[in-house]
């Protein structure tokens, strides 16, 4: 059974502080990496894919991918109360997947202003 | 562009009817899914499509079928609804970099 785990939260962090969202996943083969926002009442929506070991930075916005240890990470910079939202990792496990992703199930973030 | 529409956004069902849920996209893309979303339950997988004229099952696809009519449309029927099936309702679709873009969703309740 392919798995991806997230920490469900809530995640509380102060206004301008990093928050640190987590992310692991059971297939050692698994080739591409996404985070989604999904804000409550709304559907997700694409923040970042990283697809190589290392980071990736999109404004406040860092992915680090870390194949070897099977996790990545969503790091964000200057949190703002606008960030208050819940955050899904997906991966896709590879070859033969048909384009599928494997969904976690969210960590819920609260910005406190 | 619209990128990926959805409709209806609200619905109310009784026991026993059927509906279908619509989906359109305007990106080209190859692939569609439909998914539903509970708390506590993440996104499941209902039925997806790899391709126009291609469906298969996702993880739960019991109760549902689904018709590919064109590249652009993908549509989510419910024979016989029940309230097992009061969920949120949201269509993806996808390109040849596996990101997917969601509709709005439709929020579905059974009574």
């Known amino acids: 059974q392919k798995e991806v785990e997230q920490n469900s939260g809530p995640l509380s962090v102060p206004e301008g502080a990093i928050a640190s969202l987590n992310c692991t996943y059971s297939?050692?083969?698994?080739?591409?990496f996404f985070w989604y926002r999904q804000y409550s009442g709304k559907s997700p929506e694409l923040i970042m894919f990283i697809y190589s070991n290392g980071d990736k930075e999109d404004g406040r916005f860092t992915a680090q991918l870390n194949k070897a240890s099977q996790y990545v990470s969503l790091l964000i910079r200057d949190s703002q109360p606008s960030d208050s939202a819940t955050y899904l990792c997906?991966?896709?496990?590879?070859?033969?997947?048909?384009?599928?992703?494997?969904w976690g199930l969210g960590t819920s973030l609260a910005v406190n202003p | 562009n619209a990128g990926v529409t959805q409709t209806p956004k609200f619905q109310v069902l009784k026991t026993g009817q059927s509906m279908t849920l619509q989906c359109a996209q305007d990106?080209?893309?190859?692939?569609m899914y439909w998914y539903r979303q509970d708390p506590g339950m993440g996104l499941r997988l209902i039925y997806y499509?790899?391709?126009?004229?291609?469906?298969d099952k996702g993880e739960v696809p019991n109760g549902y079928n689904v018709s590919r009519l064109n590249k652009r449309e993908f549509s989510l029927r419910l024979e016989s609804a029940a309230p097992s099936q009061t969920s949120v309702y949201f269509c993806?679709?996808?390109?040849?970099?596996?990101?997917?873009?969601f509709g709005p969703g439709t929020r579905l309740t059974v009574l």
């Open positions: 297939d050692r083969g698994s080739q591409s």
């Open positions: 499509s790899a391709s126009e004229g291609t469906t």
């Open positions: 997906a991966v896709n496990p590879g070859a033969g997947n048909n384009r599928k992703l494997i």
């Open positions: 993806a679709s996808s390109s040849f970099t596996d990101t997917q873009y």
């Open positions: 990106m080209n893309h190859n692939s």
